[in-house]
């Protein structure tokens, strides 16, 4: 059986470098975010509307990518970050079947891994709150979201060789089963 693991977290807590390590290192694929190309395509410009494509993106990003893993598939992100940012950016825009398929889809994920922002904020033309106080609530939310849901998550915190080392122990006692924890 394919398990998911979700590399989750507010903007600039290192989920990609860390979904790209853990899919080289155990050589599977990894699950684009997919609302980082469909910026860049749209030049920045991404309304309301365009939640559900996103939505959409994302889901087709984890689906490829399990289609081709043997046993692990590390997800840079998931829908319920969909359905955050479009709560922090579009108030009551978020499309239903987005919620719901973030609903049902966070059951299918083995692992959370909940990378925490206390790495130095990069700035990017994607991200959108670098004040110290806008990435603590991030922090927050992203917590709240999993622990709210009681989804089984690991707190990823330190430096980048810390977050890994945290990380890949985290995903070998998910291989190991019920024993490993």
Same mark, same amino acid.
């Given at each position: 059986?394919?398990?998911?693991?979700?590399?989750?977290?507010?903007?600039?807590?290192?989920?990609?470098?860390?979904?790209?390590?853990?899919?080289?290192?155990?050589?599977?694929?990894?699950a684009a975010e997919f609302v980082r190309d469909f910026w860049h395509a749209r030049h920045?410009?991404?309304?309301?509307?365009?939640?559900?494509?996103?939505?959409?993106?994302?889901?087709?990003?984890?689906?490829?990518? @399990?289609?081709?893993?043997?046993? +692990?598939? =590390?997800? $840079?992100?998931?829908?319920?970050?969909?359905?955050?940012? #479009?709560?922090? %950016?579009?108030?009551?825009?978020?499309?239903?079947?987005?919620?719901?398929?973030?609903?049902?889809?966070?059951?299918?994920?083995?692992?959370?891994?909940?990378?925490?922002?206390?790495?130095?904020?990069?700035?990017?033309?994607?991200?959108?709150?670098?004040?110290p106080a806008m990435r603590a609530h991030g922090r927050w939310l992203w917590r709240t @979201?999993?622990?709210?849901?009681? +989804?089984? =998550?690991? $707190?990823?915190?330190?430096?980048?060789?810390?977050?890994? #080392?945290?990380? %890949?122990?985290?995903?070998?006692?998910?291989?190991?089963?019920?024993?490993?924890?």
């Open positions: 059986m394919k398990q998911r693991i979700a590399v989750f977290g507010a903007e600039c807590s290192g989920k990609t470098t860390l979904a790209q390590q853990l899919a080289a290192h155990f050589a599977e694929p990894w920045g410009d991404i309304r309301a509307q365009h939640l559900a494509t996103v939505a959409q993106g994302q889901i087709d990003n984890e689906e490829t990518a @399990a289609a081709s893993a043997d046993k +692990l598939v =590390f997800c $840079d992100t998931d829908l319920i970050t969909n359905t955050l940012w #479009a709560d922090l %950016l579009f108030p009551g825009h978020c499309p239903a079947w987005v919620r719901q398929a973030a609903a049902l889809r966070c059951r299918d994920y083995a692992l959370y891994l909940l990378c925490d922002n206390d790495i130095p904020f990069v700035h990017d033309v994607v991200r959108s709150f670098p004040e @979201a999993l622990v709210d849901r009681g +989804l089984p =998550f690991v $707190d990823i915190r330190g430096g980048f060789d810390q977050r890994f #080392a945290t990380a %890949l122990a985290a995903v070998e006692r998910v291989i190991a089963g019920p024993a490993g924890w």
